[in-house]
């Protein structure tokens, strides 16, 4: 495992410097490489944004969590994905292109819904603080997509599983971290990975 700074990330993502975030991220996966990960994955929905300028310079390959997420949705019969996260990745193509290949919708929070899920998630949840009243507002969110025909919704984010799942929400929650997880375990299982 192998990262750098949260806030390096966030310098680059401010900036619209996607070609930083690769680079911090290639940085990693040559570490990773170098210490002999046959594959590799990474957890933050919010940097898959890079991953056009990662992948062909990676000398590993990667599972991509958007792709999990969405095979997942598929697998269960979901048609049409409520997805949060961060404004980064809310606003951006990760989600919405890797759905539709399989034929699934995504449905965004509104501005205002964007802006607030990912203050949350930045000034609240990222430090570990928990309130009630955030809580209620993705349940709020959560309840105006089911009203527009989601049928579950993609928790684009580490950590609002901190705050949200199946017992709290009034959809269906896709993790994207643990689908992750599960997929990055069955594929070292199978043995796959060491092709690039």
């Not at 599972?63 to 979901?78: D, N, P, R, W």
């Not at 199946?166 to 990975?193: E, F, H, M, Y």
């Amino acid at each position: 495992m192998h990262t750098h700074p949260l806030a390096d990330y966030v310098d680059c993502l401010d900036r619209g410097d996607l070609r930083g975030v690769g680079q911090l991220m290639l940085s990693s996966a040559g570490k990773l490489a170098g210490i002999g990960a046959d594959f590799l994955i990474c957890p933050d929905n919010t940097i898959h944004q890079a991953f056009g300028y990662v992948e062909p310079q990676s000398p590993r390959p990667w599972l991509h969590i958007a792709e999990v997420v969405a095979a997942h949705a598929a697998e269960h019969g979901y048609k049409r994905l409520g997805l949060t996260g961060t404004r980064w990745l809310v606003n951006s193509e990760v989600y919405p292109e890797k759905l539709s290949a399989l034929n699934l919708e995504c449905v965004r929070p509104s501005a205002a819904e964007r802006d607030e899920t990912s203050r949350i998630i930045m000034e609240e949840l990222v430090y570990g603080v928990f309130k009630p009243e955030s809580i209620a507002y993705y349940q709020q969110v959560y309840e105006r997509m089911k009203t527009e025909g989601c049928d579950a919704v993609i928790l684009g984010c580490t950590e609002i599983p901190l705050i949200i799942n199946d017992s709290n929400s009034p959809l269906p929650t896709l993790d994207s971290t643990r689908l992750l997880a599960r997929a990055a375990l069955k594929r070292a299982i199978d043995g796959g990975g060491n092709e690039k």
